[in-house]
């Protein structure tokens, strides 16, 4: 936005992929017409071609497509992973539908805008379940980012912690009498509930709420032997078997670790695997 402010910027986005790529559907670079540009279509091997299209755009005043790689005649231009990709370039002539975007993100809503290449438009739109080609235009869906609630005064919370705050992660750590007050506002679709207690009973408020909410991802700490016994305090609280089968136990996805470090890796891994199975 501070870019648009200061001068004709260009966004380019993915809109096809053909074969293997290091990016999915609807990633963006976005470049400035002093030739700075930021962001990722693909592992980084045509970013800066990208942006020379984009300039070439920008001095033409006109969109324009681009393939690279396979099916490209970019012939020194090649993909590493062997595929090819083609990107649209379009000159930004308000930014009214980025704002929106942002705007509604910012709320942790999903959000979406619609590029037509023919009228060289980029408006907001419903959001899909996935980016691609709806009706000759292109749809890019935006999602919150991933946000962590974490209940636990251990260790392993810590360091669990930690390793999501460098993930980019939005992370919430809960005591357990903060619960009741605002798990409701904290938890939502794009939140993961992770669980860290050695006491069944001091996780129990924070459970509770989870399994009411729309939480992604539920994951507990403890053996196969402890979540027998959780399951049987859920179910005599009136809780389902179908609720129950949103936990995690035992958490994580590689088997017992001995130290929080390990604990981490394998539970951060088993959020961002489960996220990426629910919103592909």
Same mark, same amino acid.
Request: glycine share 8%.
């Given at each position: ?11 380019? %986005? ?89 705007? %509604? ?176």
């Amino acid at each position: 936005m501070e870019a648009f402010a200061q001068g004709s910027v260009a966004i380019a %986005t993915l809109v096809e992929i053909r074969g293997g790529a290091a990016r999915s559907l609807g990633s963006h670079v976005v470049v400035s017409a002093d030739g700075r540009y930021c962001g990722y279509v693909s592992g980084g091997c045509v970013e800066a071609a990208v942006a020379a299209e984009a300039l070439l755009a920008l001095e033409e005043r006109c969109d324009r497509t681009v393939m690279f790689g396979e099916g490209s005649p970019f012939i020194d231009i090649v993909l590493p992973c062997g595929g090819g990709i083609t990107v649209a370039i379009h000159l930004l002539r308000k930014i009214t539908a980025i704002e929106h975007v942002l705007d %509604t993100v910012k709320q942790r809503r999903p959000a979406a805008l619609r590029y037509s290449f023919v009228t060289q438009s980029l408006e907001p739109a419903e959001p899909v379940t996935r980016a691609g080609w709806q009706n000759g235009s292109f749809v890019t869906v935006y999602r919150p980012t991933t946000r962590v609630v974490l209940s636990g005064q251990t260790v392993e919370a810590q360091t669990v912690a930690r390793v999501a705050e460098v993930a980019g992660y939005d992370v919430v750590v809960w005591h357990p009498r903060e619960v009741a007050l605002s798990g409701s506002q904290i938890i939502d679709p794009f939140t993961a509930v992770i669980l860290l207690h050695h006491d069944l009973d001091q996780e129990a408020a924070t459970l509770h709420v989870a399994l009411r909410s729309g939480a992604f991802y539920i994951g507990a700490l403890g053996s196969t032997r402890t979540h027998k016994r959780r399951e049987d305090q859920l179910i005599k609280s009136g809780f389902s078997e179908i609720d129950l089968s949103r936990i995690k136990a035992p958490i994580g996805v590689f088997g017992p670790t001995r130290d929080a470090s390990s604990l981490a890796l394998s539970v951060l891994a088993d959020v961002a695997a489960t996220r990426l199975m629910v919103y592909a």
